[in-house]
C-alpha cells in the first residue's frame, strides 16, 4: 500500500466536513450506513491493485451520482442491465446523493477508508484530488473513446493526465421568448441589446385595463443566490468583462462590468417586482402563468412548459441571449470520475466507456432534451435522430440549444476564460482556487445586484463594493498560499 501525502485544501475541506457531519448530525441517503464520526489524517492510503473475488462472486462497483430524478435514474438502471447481461461477474451498485454533497461523500469516504467506485465530482475540486491522491487517470478510457471528438471543457486534464469526463453541459447563455407577444408589437425576435431592451419594455403592459400591469416583459432574478449568478455572468462576459485574468488578477474592476452591470438593472425595470426573491425555478413558474414574455433559462424551461402547457409552448423560441457583442454565456458541464481506492479499476474504467458509447450516454441526455447537452458531436447528432416526441416537435430549439454550447464556460473553473485586451472568449481548464467564496450560496455579483435592487445603493458604489471584496479574498487566499500558481501557467 501507499501512502500519498494530502495538501493543504483537502485537508481543511475534510476538517470541515468533519465538523458538519458532528456538529450538525447529518444523515447519509437511506441507501448508506449513518456516518457517526469522521477522522481526519494527513495521509490517505489507497490500494492500486485489484481486489481478490471469491469463487461463486461478483464484482461489485459503486457508481455515485446527484442525478436523482425518477425518469432520469430509470435510464440508469435500464444502461446498467444493459453492461450487466454482457458482464455476469461485474454488478454496477447505483448510490444516489444530493446535489452539492459529492465532495462531502468523497473526502469522508477516502478519511475512513470507505471505498468508492465512480463518482460524480465537482470540477473546481478536481484538482485538489488529483493532488491529493483520491482518483485515477483516465487516459485509457478517453482514447477508447476517441479523444478528438470531446468538446472543450469535457474532459479535465490536469498533472498530465484526464481525471474527470463530463456527461452533460446546460446552456445557460440562451432566452426564451414569447413570439407571439412579439408578434402583436410588430416587433423581430431581438438580436441586439437594444432591441431587446425595447421589447422588453413594450411587452410590459396592463393586459386587462384594470390599472396594473399583468405582463412582464422580462424575467430575471435578482437575489443574492446562484441563480442570479448564472444570469449575470453572461452579461459580463457578452460585454467584455471577466472577474479575474487567467493570471488570477482581479478583472471585475475593469469599467466593461459597470456597463454590463447597468445593462441588467435596466433590463429589471420590466420584471416583476418579486424577482428580488427569485431562484431557479421561479422564472419557468411566471412563464407558464404567462406573467413574463422574456425569460433566461437553459433547455428545461422549454420540456416543463411542453409537459405542463403545450399550447403556450408552441408560442415559444429559444435564442442565444443578446446580452452584448460577445458571445459567450455561462456553462459548467457536470462530471464522472473513478475513485482511487475502487477495488476493481479496469472494471469500472470498461463500464464508464460503456455508458459514453454508443446510443447509451445520448439516451440519458434525451432525459431532457436540450438541457443535457452531451459531451461529443457524435453524440449530439445521434440524439437530433432520435425518435423522441418533444425533439421531433422542437427540433429547431434543441439545435440552438446544442449549437450555441460551444459559447459556453464558467468562471470558476475557466478563470480568465474572455480575454478583456482583446474580447476574446478564450476558455482553457483554470481553476480559481478562491471561488467559493466568489460564487458560493451568496456569490458576490449576485448580493451586488441586490444592493441596489432591494437595498437602494448606487450601481457605481455596488461595483466598487463587489471588486473590493473579490480582491480581499483573493488577496488573502494568495497569501496563505506563496507558492501557487495557476494552472494556466503551467
Not at 481526519?40 to 461478483?58: D, F, I, M, Q
Not at 468583462?241 to 493570471?247: L, M, P, Q, V
Not at 464558467?410 to 472568449?425: H, I, K, Q, R, Y
Amino acid at each position: 500500500m501507499k501512502a500519498k501525502k494530502l495538501i493543504q485544501p483537502i485537508v481543511i475541506l475534510a476538517l470541515i466536513v468533519m465538523m458538519s457531519i458532528i456538529a450538525v448530525g447529518c444523515a447519509a441517503p437511506s441507501s448508506t450506513p449513518e456516518i457517526q464520526e469522521v477522522i481526519v489524517t494527513k495521509e490517505v492510503y489507497v490500494t492500486p491493485e485489484s481486489g481478490v473475488l471469491p469463487e461463486g462472486a461478483v464484482k461489485t462497483i459503486p457508481f455515485m451520482t446527484t442525478e436523482t430524478d425518477p425518469d432520469t435514474v430509470a435510464l440508469f438502471m435500464t444502461i446498467i442491465s444493459e453492461y450487466e447481461a454482457e458482464h455476469p461477474d461485474v454488478r454496477i451498485d447505483l448510490v444516489l446523493t444530493a446535489h452539492g454533497s459529492e465532495a462531502e461523500r468523497l473526502l469522508t469516504a477516502h478519511s475512513v477508508g470507505a471505498e468508492l467506485g465512480i463518482v460524480g465530482v465537482q470540477a473546481e475540486f478536481v484538482g485538489d484530488y488529483v493532488a491529493a491522491g483520491y482518483l485515477l487517470p483516465l487516459d485509457s478510457v478517453v482514447d477508447t473513446l476517441g479523444r478528438d471528438q470531446f468538446k472543450t471543457g469535457a474532459v479535465l486534464t490536469t498533472s498530465g493526465s484526464d481525471y474527470a469526463l463530463g456527461y452533460a453541459v446546460g446552456n445557460n447563455g440562451t432566452l426564451w421568448v414569447r413570439t407571439d407577444l412579439l408578434e402583436s408589437e410588430g416587433l423581430a425576435v431581438p438580436t441586439t441589446y437594444d432591441e431587446l431592451l425595447a421589447a422588453a419594455e413594450a411587452l410590459t403592459k396592463d393586459t386587462d385595463g384594470d390599472g396594473d400591469i399583468d405582463m412582464y416583459g422580462w424575467g430575471a432574478p435578482a437575489a443574492a443566490n446562484g441563480a442570479t449568478n448564472f444570469r449575470f455572468v453572461n452579461f459580463v462576459w457578452a460585454n467584455c468583462g471577466e472577474y479575474f485574468d487567467k493570471e488570477g488578477n482581479l478583472a471585475f474592476d475593469n469599467p466593461n462590468v459597470l456597463v454590463a452591470f447597468q445593462k441588467y438593472l435596466d433590463l429589471l425595470q420590466y420584471a416583476p417586482p418579486d424577482v428580488s426573491g427569485w431562484s431557479w425555478y421561479d422564472g419557468i413558474t411566471a412563464m407558464e402563468a404567462e406573467k413574463i414574455a422574456m425569460h433566461q433559462y437553459a433547455g428545461r424551461l422549454g420540456v416543463n412548459v411542453w409537459k405542463d402547457k403545450p399550447e403556450l409552448r408552441e408560442k415559444l423560441q429559444v435564442i442565444w441571449g443578446p446580452f452584448g457583442d460577445v458571445k459567450a454565456g455561462k456553462g459548467g458541464y457536470d462530471y464522472f470520475a473513478i475513485s482511487a481506492d475502487v477495488r476493481w479499476p479496469e472494471e469500472a474504467k470498461d463500464f464508464l466507456a460503456f455508458f459514453y458509447s454508443g446510443d447509451r450516454l445520448g439516451r440519458f441526455d434525451m432525459s431532457v432534451p436540450g438541457h443535457l447537452i452531451p459531451p461529443t458531436q457524435e453524440i449530439q447528432d445521434a440524439m437530433l435522430a432520435m425518435d423522441n416526441p418533444y425533439m421531433v416537435e422542437y427540433k429547431d430549439d434543441v439545435q440552438v440549444l446544442f449549437d450555441t454550447a460551444k459559447y459556453l464556460s464558467s468562471p470558476d473553473v475557466f478563470m480568465g476564460a474572455l480575454e478583456t485586451d482583446t474580447c476574446t472568449f478564450n476558455p482553457i481548464y483554470n481553476p480559481m482556487p478562491w471561488s467559493n467564496e466568489i460564487f458560493g450560496e451568496s456569490p458576490i455579483d449576485a448580493q451586488m445586484i441586490e444592493k441596489v435592487v432591494v437595498g437602494g445603493m448606487a450601481p457605481e458604489d455596488a461595483w466598487k463594493w463587489a471588486y473590493t471584496e473579490m480582491q480581499k479574498i483573493a488577496d488573502e487566499w494568495k497569501a496563505e498560499h506563496p507558492d501557487w500558481t495557476p494552472v494556466a501557467a503551467n
